[in-house]
């Protein structure tokens, strides 16, 4: 398993065990970003804001939302979303890694508020890798898939159905099965004389 692979695996944990849910039903977590900047964290935003937007960056660092717990504090991975200059419900969310003197960003997505953390891994090219889904659009979504310190990044469609919409949708009639033939039958597909 790989090092971010442990990471999540011990944040969906503590997570599920702090709001009440086994950590073997967990299975994943829906995070919301909704938070405020915490004030250890905010000159390092603005530092960074300042930077990847210089034409609205007072704005844009008082719109700020994180999802505030042991993701940046302990495992030093912070996603932030800028509420200013949205499109759509659809925001500047950024994936950064968290450094004593500042953020790096290290993937910029325009995505909703609904961040999907499995605990589980996933093949990816030969390898188990660890996906975070961003809600984008209606039912669509992003994932991100850390590589070898680097993010591969895929659509997804229909990855965020709402409950009415999965009610919706049935299962594909199974085709009925086809009979088995008679031994009678049998014996003549083998042209067997009796």
């Known amino acids: 398993m790989t090092r971010l692979g442990v990471i999540l695996t011990v944040i969906l944990t503590a997570m599920a065990i702090s709001v009440g849910v086994s950590p073997l039903k967990a299975g994943s977590a829906g995070l919301v970003i909704k938070d405020p900047v915490p004030a250890e964290l905010r000159e390092r ?8 937007r210089p034409a609205d960056a007072a704005v844009a660092i008082d719109a700020t939302r994180i999802i505030d717990g042991p993701l940046w504090s302990q495992y030093g991975m912070l996603i932030l979303r800028v509420e200013a200059g949205c499109r ?5 969310t950024v994936v950064t890694r968290v450094k ?7 993937v910029t997505l325009n995505a909703g508020t609904l961040v999907w953390i499995a605990d589980h891994s996933d093949p990816l090219w030969g390898e188990s890798a660890h ?15 850390n590589r070898h310190g680097g993010w591969v990044v895929d659509a997804c469609g229909d990855c965020f159905l ?30 067997l004389n009796p």
Do not use: Q
């Open 45 to 52: 935003v603005a530092d960074l804001l300042r930077i990847m």
């Open 88 to 92: 759509e419900g659809l925001c500047m």
């Open 100 to 106: 004593k003197n500042g953020l790096i960003p290290e």
């Open 131 to 145: 996906p975070i889904r961003f809600k984008a659009a209606g039912s669509t979504g992003i994932d991100l898939w």
């Open 162 to 191: 709402s409950a009415e919409e999965l009610a919706r949708r049935f299962p594909a009639t199974p085709s009925p099965p086809s009979p088995s033939p008679t031994f009678e039958e049998f014996r003549r597909s083998l042209d």
